[in-house]
């Protein structure tokens, strides 16, 4: 994940910038209130406000910057980390334990309030620049964060617009702070010594006058202050500063822009593009030497070039200047903008910055370059939870409609939807890639035709013999190094396994798994140990049975996997071990684990799915849970529906069933839910109303009414508060 540090730090402190010592001694003032809301629009100073009660308060103080690419939980969710780590070290677990595709938001919150709460002394967090947040999953983290905030922390967000937080339930309990306009807009005081420090003298009737017409709005001071200092006369600075965008954007080249020397202008629009700077950076993006110079000299006499670090290696550009720079760039040389993309996705790809050269070359139009790049990335990006991310990606070639011309990405774009549990959006990139002209050799050595036998095999679609077939021809046209060889090889395997040639199986697992560990494959090689288990219980060999369950558990913890698909089968089996040992809680809490996950276990994996669900039934059955078993082996049933060519897994599934059957009086419980049930779970312990979660969830109210009616029914309890509570108990709540 690109981390990047300045995000972490509040901009330095620097000559020229006002005090807003009434507003952050109102702010020290309510030390004690958990929430702060500094809300108003561009420009108004937030940024600033906080920067400088961050200087003077006794908590220790956190910080992130929010950006663009912080729309993915898992990103997000690492920056607060990482800036709660920074104040005082956290438990490392907590830091790799906050996102994964199965994983819940409420409970990675849930771990970063109880990281707060078990800190030495009372910590603030600020999250600036809240409104770059559209990611729903993102907007209701913030949100939990501030409704678990432990006695003693403080979060202080910035946002130009009013942040989707339960204000009004903490307004009504006096736990909540809110700045607007009203109070950000600069008194005559504070005017007067914005202007002195940008070397303005105007007398006191032209300071009112200006104060008047700008109604306070401190960016719009400045702007009228610099537009001074180049030369415009105090009658025409800075009229009707209201935010009016547009208004301002043609005043700013009017009586700003219009003074500056038109290589200072080109140096300003040209490089807007970017949402840092850096010497090396403009140099490449302009073709030019000197930039280091430049922005030492533009900071010096321009508080709206802001500096990210104490180094002044990395600056940005005030937010709203940016955008009217940008605006410039496109009206003037709107020809110019995707080669200046182009130049810095080139230095960013160069520079170990990978994911900021896919935005730049997606912005440049460069579609073989972000290809390459989503190639390489896509897969680390999952690894690291970052699912949103990569659907950005490849949402990106869907949207322009370039999905036929890079294959290789519709395959990995149909892989990951599979992995997340998305069965139909699976198919369809499949179906892309399958259509799609493929010639050529990858980087990795391996042709093209190898990757789409590969998705074949793990999608299954067309039986288990054209399953086995495409792996051997995966298997002869991968790259020795390509990163998909541990995967091919388990499948090999599991192909193996489904035929019944359960030796022959073990051996070809035995070799993937070191493979897999080699590599660094930790899901290939969980799930390789997972299923050399089932090998052994096969045999009747519960001791080795155990052992390779734990072993592949231990990959799961190593790995962090918790959240993922792959984990679903280890838990399951290593469960079944449990019972044969005759540990009932330990079983109960892997099953636990495994039961979270039945969402992501689809017709998209549906060999690996049924797999686990009569794991699963065969668990329940044991501990004399019909009621559970039934609810597996109907989604298991629905599975073999849409794949019924398993091998022997259909077979495997109608005597599950016909034992089950034989049972009788059994109680419905809390393994018996639904997957539609499940997917619920993790919005129950939230602030979220049921209407709420219906939006969440693309359901209508009633069906998730319906949903929280059986699972209390199954929970055996009659509230919400109950069934958390519950939850929590069966290991069923992250």
């Given at each position: ?8 730090h ?7 910038i ?28 937030k940024?600033t ?36 780590d ?74 130009r617009?009013?942040p ?49 017409r ?49 290589e ?50 990395w ?11 940008r605006?410039?760039l ?15 996705a ?40 970052q ?13 322009q ?14 892989w ?14 499949a ?6 002209p493929?010639?050529g050799?990858?980087p ?71 493979v ?26 519960w ?22 698909v792959?984990?679903a ?79 022997i ?23 018996s ?22 939006e969440?969830?693309?359901?209508s ?20 508060g ?13």
């Amino acid at each position: 994940m690109e981390l990047v540090e300045s995000k972490l730090h509040p901009p330095p402190a620097r000559p020229g910038i006002v005090p807003r010592t009434g507003l952050v001694d109102r702010l020290l003032a309510s030390s004690a209130v958990p929430l702060v809301c500094v809300v108003g629009p561009a420009g108004y100073g937030k940024t600033t406000l906080l920067a400088q009660w961050a200087q003077r308060t006794a908590h220790r103080v956190g910080w992130v910057s929010v950006d663009q690419h912080d729309n993915d939980p898992a990103v997000l969710l690492s920056y607060l980390a990482v800036a709660l780590d920074r104040v005082e070290p956290i438990d490392p677990r907590v830091m790799r334990r906050l996102a994964a595709p199965g994983a819940s938001i409420v409970g990675a919150v849930s771990r970063l309030a109880a990281a707060m709460a078990a800190m030495t002394q009372p910590v603030a967090l600020v999250l600036d620049h809240v409104e770059l947040l559209a990611n729903q999953q993102c907007l209701d983290a913030v949100a939990e964060l501030a409704a678990q905030l432990p006695r003693g922390a403080q979060l202080l967000v910035a946002s130009r617009a009013r942040p989707p937080l339960p204000v009004a339930l903490l307004r009504a309990q006096g736990r909540v702070v809110e700045l607007g306009v009203e109070e950000l807009a600069m008194d005559r005081q504070e005017a007067a010594a914005l202007l002195e420090g940008a070397g303005v003298q105007i007398d006191d009737t032209e300071i009112n006058d200006l104060i008047k017409r700008t109604e306070g709005w401190p960016v719009g001071l400045y702007l009228a202050a610099l537009a001074l200092r180049a030369g415009a006369p105090p009658t025409t600075a800075g009229p009707g500063f209201t935010g009016n965008d547009r208004f301002v954007a043609d005043y700013l080249w009017s009586e700003l822009l219009g003074q500056l020397p038109p290589e200072q202008v080109a140096f300003l629009t040209r490089t807007a593009v970017l949402e840092r700077l850096s010497g090396s950076l403009c140099d490449a993006v302009l073709e030019t030497t000197g930039s280091t110079s430049v922005l030492a000299s533009l900071e010096a006499s321009n508080l709206l070039l802001v500096p990210l670090d104490r180094q002044r290696w990395w600056y940005r550009y005030h937010h709203l200047f940016q955008e009217l720079l940008r605006a410039e760039l496109d009206r003037r040389e709107p020809d110019l903008v995707p080669e200046l993309h182009a130049r810095a996705a080139s230095w960013c790809e160069a520079n170990g910055l990978p994911e900021t050269a896919i935005d730049h070359a997606q912005a440049a139009g460069d579609s073989d370059r972000v290809a390459r790049l989503v190639w390489s990335m896509a897969m680390p990006a999952y690894g690291a939870g970052q699912v949103d991310t990569t659907r950005r990606w490849f949402g990106w070639f869907e949207d322009q409609g370039l999905l036929g011309r890079f294959p290789e990405v519709a395959v990995l774009g149909a892989w990951l939807q599979a992995l997340v549990g998305q069965p139909a959006a699976a198919e369809r990139w499949a179906d892309v890639a399958e259509q799609a002209p493929v010639a050529g050799t990858l980087p990795d050595g391996s042709t093209a035709q190898s990757y789409r036998a590969l998705l074949r095999a793990l999608l299954c679609r067309h039986g288990l013999d054209r399953m086995r077939a495409d792996i051997r021809a995966a298997l002869d046209e991968l790259g020795s190094g390509s990163q998909w060889r541990p995967t091919a090889q388990l499948l090999e395997g599991i192909g193996d396994l489904l035929v019944g040639e359960a030796d022959r199986a073990d051996v070809i697992l035995a070799r993937a798994v070191e493979v897999a560990t080699a590599a660094g494959a930790l899901p290939a090689a969980a799930i390789a140990l997972a299923e050399r288990s089932l090998v052994a219980i096969q045999h009747e060999d519960w001791r080795q049975a155990a052992t390779l369950a734990e072993q592949a558990e231990d990959v799961v913890r190593v790995g962090e996997l918790d959240g993922y698909v792959a984990s679903a089968l280890v838990h399951a089996v290593a469960a079944r071990a449990d019972l044969q040992r005759g540990d009932v809680p330990r079983a109960q809490k892997r099953l636990g684990r495994a039961a979270r996950l039945r969402p992501l276990l689809t017709y998209a994996l549906p060999y690996f799915a049924v797999q686990t669900l009569l794991e699963l039934g065969r668990a329940y059955l044991t501990l004399g849970d019909v009621a559970g078993a039934r609810a597996v082996l109907r989604q298991a049933r629905d599975i073999l529906r849409q794949r019924p060519d398993l091998g022997i897994l259909s077979e495997q599934a109608q005597e599950l069933r016909s034992k089950v059957a034989a049972v009788h009086g059994a109680t419905v419980g809390v393994s018996s839910l639904t997957a539609a049930e499940l997917r619920l779970l993790p919005l129950l312990p939230t602030h979220l109303t049921y209407a709420e979660i219906a939006e969440r969830l693309y359901l209508s109210p009633h069906t998730v009414k319906s949903h929280a009616t059986a699972i209390y029914r199954k929970l055996g309890v009659s509230s919400r508060g109950q069934a958390i509570q519950r939850l929590q108990q069966t290991g069923l709540s992250a």
